[in-house]
């Protein structure tokens, strides 16, 4: 069960829509997604270490408060939840696109494609606030669906392949390590989630051995789908048809095995992409709230309503999405979608990239939560995960680094107001257990 955590809130709608944000860059994005693949299973590592070493509840923001104290934790709680539900705008986006399959208005009336992903956004915020039960039911009918289509072009679409859709081997106009570098930004999306396992530790039996190898096993099964997936893709679609496409694993379907295939696998995107988005809605709302919990977010965020859901960071959050949808419905969905995942996988790599660190420092100042023999090995992995998580930053481009930094940076105000609030909190408490001074003689 924590495996099909790791590999159902991995394989959410980004992958289904990739293969259009990917295809300027032709089949060198292949070898991306190798880089990528290798690099998400160094951060499954370390959070299966840390998922040893530490079995709680909180997953990065966890371990960076752990190793670094409250601001840090505080920056990752922030950063996390800034991708969460940016990352909620992108799969809303992929949502519409594998409609326009079956309601072709929707590729071309934008205004028509934001209202449709905006009630996607607010009717699954409206099932979630309800209970946790009934958003869990919505998940575990589309964690099944979602796998069809893409075993069905994974497995049997290599056997259709055309050489010639493939095109230019290196079709940016850049070099080969700025190719790879742009196209792995976008392809570490996909992996988003690989941390899933690590986030109700408690919850989850003999954590210390379940948790690392369902994140390992997760992620490595994940990969090889995706590659897989991908090369056929690119193999029964010809790169011009797929960068305008919104839904190129339907295509790729209908090239071939004819159009009953093309709208069994939109169908299925389409519900996978619903099910991711149901999915991390409910995220939405836990993050701020585990954070509310030990004082580091408003007060207000660790409010719950009915059935103990914290109905004000879902409302909020979706507000967030809903803005994110409208400055940028003007654009296409491709372009929609390629931006809005960039932001998200940022602001969530820079969690990532703490989590690697975090791993490094503990294992210098807590030796006795890990296994002596292997400090060194697992300091190579965190320098190398780190590594990983920092070329994964610079790729994603200046326009995306410059406003995921403003949007990190926004957080510090948020972060100073919470410690002036604890200061007054502490010091009324302290003037109210102070004794009464005696009255002065007349």
């Known amino acids: 069960m924590a495996t099909a955590l790791v590999v159902g809130n991995m394989i959410g709608s980004g992958v289904f829509l990739l293969p259009s944000s990917l295809a300027e860059y032709g089949p060198i994005s292949v070898v991306a997604w190798g880089f990528t693949a290798a690099g998400a299973v160094l951060l499954a590592l370390v959070f299966a270490r840390l998922a040893r070493a530490y079995p709680r509840t909180g997953g990065p923001y966890a371990y960076a408060r752990r190793a670094f104290g409250d601001f840090v934790g505080?920056?990752?709680a922030w950063g996390y939840w800034i991708a969460v539900w940016a990352g909620n705008a992108a799969i809303a986006v992929a949502f519409v696109g594998y409609l326009a399959h079956f309601w072709p208005s929707l590729g071309e009336d934008k205004v028509?494609?934001?209202a449709v992903g905006l009630t996607a956004i607010w009717g699954l915020t409206a099932v979630n606030a309800y209970g946790v039960r009934q958003g869990g039911a919505v998940q575990l009918v589309t964690t099944v669906i979602k796998l069809v289509p893409l075993l069905l072009i994974a497995v049997g679409g290599l056997f259709f392949v055309e050489s010639g859709n493939f095109g230019e081997f290196n079709a940016s106009g850049q070099g080969a390590f700025g190719a790879v570098t742009a196209a792995a930004a976008l392809t570490l999306w996909s992996f988003i989630g690989l941390e899933s396992a690590t986030v109700p530790a408690e919850d989850v039996k003999d954590p210390q051995k379940t948790i690392p190898r369902a994140t390992v096993a997760g992620t490595a099964v994940t990969a090889l789908v995706y590659i897989l997936g991908t090369v056929a893709v690119l193999g029964?679609?010809?790169a011009a048809a797929l960068a305008d496409s919104t839904a190129p694993f339907a295509d790729a379907a209908d090239a071939a095995f004819g159009g009953w295939a093309a709208d069994l696998v939109a169908a299925g995107a389409a519900i996978s992409a619903?099910?991711?988005l149901n999915g991390w809605i409910l995220l939405q709302g836990q993050i701020p709230f585990a954070a509310a919990r030990d004082g580091l977010f408003p007060k207000v965020f660790a409010r719950?309503?009915?059935?103990?859901v914290p109905v004000v960071g879902l409302v909020v959050s979706s507000?967030?999405?809903t803005g994110l949808m409208l400055m940028n419905y003007n654009a296409g969905l491709v372009d929609q979608f390629t931006f809005i995942i960039l932001l998200a996988t940022l602001t969530t790599v820079i969690p990532y990239a703490y989590a690697a660190v975090a791993e490094l420092v503990l294992l210098a100042t807590d030796r006795a939560a890990f296994s002596g023999g292997r400090l060194a090995r697992d300091a190579v992995i965190a320098l190398l995960a780190f590594g990983y998580s920092v070329w994964a930053i610079a790729g994603?481009?200046?326009?995306?680094v410059y406003k995921g930094t403003l949007l990190i940076f926004a957080g510090m105000p948020v972060y100073a107001w919470l410690?002036?609030?604890d200061q007054r909190t502490a010091l009324g408490a302290v003037q109210a257990d102070e004794p009464e001074p005696p009255a002065r003689a007349a």
């Open 419 to 421: 410690k002036y609030r």
């Open 274 to 276: 619903f099910g991711a």
């Open 319 to 321: 507000v967030l999405v």
């Open 74 to 76: 505080f920056q990752t």
């Open 236 to 238: 029964l679609v010809p």
């Open 112 to 114: 028509l494609a934001a």
């Open 304 to 308: 719950t309503g009915r059935g103990g």
């Open 396 to 400: 994603s481009g200046y326009e995306v």
